[in-house]
C-alpha cells in the first residue's frame, strides 16, 4: 500500500482538491490519499512548512508527501520532487520543504512543467502526476534532471541566550489561536518565567486546568515546543501576536 499525504491551500469550497486527487487516483488507482490540511492560510509558506514538520515522520517510510502552497505558480521557481530521510516529497522550491532537510542527504530532482499543463495550476498538472508517477514505482530520477541548486530554505531566528533568558518567536499560530514558539523543552526548564513582546505570563503550567477561564498560560505543547494561550480563548487575538513574535523565557 501506497500512502501519499496532500497538504495545501486549496480550502475545501471548491473543486481544486477534488481535481488534484483525480489526478492522483487516475494515475495510482491503488494509493491511499491523506489529507493533512487544505485550510493553510493562502500562500502561507511558513505556516505550511510548520505542518509538514509536525507530520511528515509519522508516516512510514516510502510515503509520499505532496505539498501545494505556492504564491509563485508559474515563476520561475523550481518544482521539485524529493527523497529525504526514506520519504518523497513534491511541490514547489519556496522553502516549504524547510523541515525535512535536517541533517539529512537530499536527493532531488527539477520537475519540467508538461506541455499543455495550466500555468497557475501546477498542483493539478504538475505535482500530482510526479507523485502518482512515484506511487506506481517510478524512479525519482525519471522524473526529470537532477536538481543543480540548493533547495531554498526559511530563515528563521534561532533560540539564543540573552540577558538570563532563552530568546525565539512564534512560528505559528494555530485554529485555536495558540502561539506555538520554536523554543523546544530542554531549553525551557520548568522554573522559567515566559515573556511574549514583553508581557509577562509566567511560569510554565501543565494543563490549561491550571488556570482560570479567560486567563494566559504558557506550557509546552504536543510537539515538544513552549507554546502559549488563553484558556478558552485566543491568545492570538488577545495579544495582537502573530508569527515573529518574540518570546523570552527567563531563567533568573
Known amino acids: 500500500m501506497t500512502f501519499i499525504t496532500l497538504l495545501t491551500d486549496f480550502g475545501t469550497a471548491d473543486s481544486y482538491v477534488a481535481e488534484v486527487k483525480g489526478v492522483l487516483l487516475s494515475g495510482a488507482p491503488g494509493a491511499t490519499l491523506i489529507d493533512v490540511t487544505h485550510e493553510t492560510a493562502p500562500g502561507d509558506i511558513r505556516s505550511a512548512a510548520y505542518i509538514l514538520g509536525r507530520t511528515w515522520h509519522r508516516f512510514p517510510r516510502g510515503t509520499i508527501h505532496l505539498v501545494v502552497v505556492d504564491p509563485g505558480v508559474g515563476s520561475a521557481r523550481a518544482a521539485l520532487a524529493l527523497s529525504v530521510h526514506g520519504h518523497r516529497f513534491v511541490g514547489p522550491d519556496n522553502g516549504v520543504f524547510t523541515p525535512v532537510f535536517h541533517d539529512a542527504e537530499v536527493e532531488a530532482v527539477s520537475l519540467e512543467v508538461p506541455a499543455g499543463a495550466s500555468r497557475i495550476f501546477h498542483g493539478r498538472d504538475l505535482f500530482a502526476p510526479a507523485a502518482a508517477a ?13 536538481f543543480a541548486g540548493i533547495p531554498q530554505r526559511l530563515a528563521y531566528t534561532l533560540p539564543h541566550r540573552e540577558d538570563g533568558a532563552v530568546v525565539g518567536e512564534v512560528v505559528y499560530v494555530d485554529r485555536f489561536g495558540s502561539l506555538i514558539t520554536n523554543l ?3 531549553l525551557v526548564p520548568s522554573h522559567a518565567k515566559v515573556e511574549i513582546d514583553e508581557l509577562e505570563i509566567g511560569p510554565l503550567k501543565q494543563t490549561y486546568n491550571d488556570v482560570a477561564t479567560g486567563s494566559l498560560l ?22 495582537g501576536v502573530g508569527m515573529g513574535g518574540r518570546v523570552r523565557a527567563r531563567l533568573d
Open 134 to 146: 512515484l506511487a506506481t514505482g517510478a524512479a525519482l530520477t525519471t522524473l526529470g534532471q537532477k
Open 184 to 186: 523546544t523543552a530542554d
Open 218 to 239: 504558557a506550557y509546552v505543547g504536543s510537539g515538544g515546543v513552549l507554546e502559549i494561550a488563553v484558556r478558552d480563548g485566543s491568545a492570538a487575538r488577545r495579544l
